[in-house]
């Protein structure tokens, strides 16, 4: 069963259909797919939120559903998914969690993605004690990574090609981010 987390602006919570409709339009819009290979339809929109949703009852945990504290209460505060999910097989630092984000673009630049991320970590560490946390995007997505930054990840300095796209596509070659649970735990001590 899946629990609520909580932060000082946000909830990142369990998936609720009325969800559904913000996320496709999130996932629709070229800019917040600026670094993915192409926008998404409704109907792969909607297997996305139902496996993030599947994911997050069986095990309690997962790409988390963001919404507004103080947002309006009808379903209409969702503002994207920010989460854990565990990193494809191809990947060659696999077996691993990854931290993930994407957020409706009416809300970038405010905080929302490093706040939740922050909250996702700790969860990581605290909760699932696990020994690090990865993050990955394209090379050419500075604002990715300037979150990576941000939440106390390190560049690994070990970029890479991703087994799902050609070597030659535009978004091929990704950078790899890394946290330890002692550097996690060394900065929110500070």
């Given at each position: 069963m899946s629990r609520t987390i909580?932060?000082?602006?946000?909830?990142l919570r369990q998936w609720q259909a009325s969800d559904f409709a913000?996320?496709?339009k999130i996932n629709a819009d070229s800019e917040v797919m600026q670094y993915f290979p192409k926008v998404l339809s409704t109907t792969t929109s909607n297997t996305i939120a139902k496996k993030?949703?599947?994911l997050i009852e069986d095990k309690?945990?997962?790409l988390w559903a963001v919404s507004l504290k103080n947002g309006i209460g009808k379903g209409d505060d969702f503002i994207g998914m920010v989460g854990l999910n565990e990193v494809h097989a191809?990947?060659?630092?696999?077996p691993a969690v990854e931290i993930a984000w994407r957020l409706h673009k009416d809300y970038w630049g405010q905080g929302y993605a490093t706040e939740a991320a922050r909250a996702a970590l700790d969860f990581a560490f605290t909760e699932l004690a696990l020994d690090n946390v990865v993050s990955f995007t394209a090379v050419?997505?500075?604002r990715s990574q300037l979150i990576m930054q941000r939440i106390g990840m390190?560049?690994?300095q070990d970029n890479f090609y991703h087994p799902m796209l050609d070597a030659k596509h535009r978004l091929a070659e990704h950078v790899l981010y890394?946290?330890?649970r002692q550097q996690w735990q060394n900065m929110v001590n500070l």
């Open positions: 909580e932060t000082d602006r946000l909830y913000i996320f496709a993030c949703q599947q309690g945990w997962g191809e990947m060659s630092f696999a050419i997505n500075k390190i560049n690994m890394k946290i330890t």
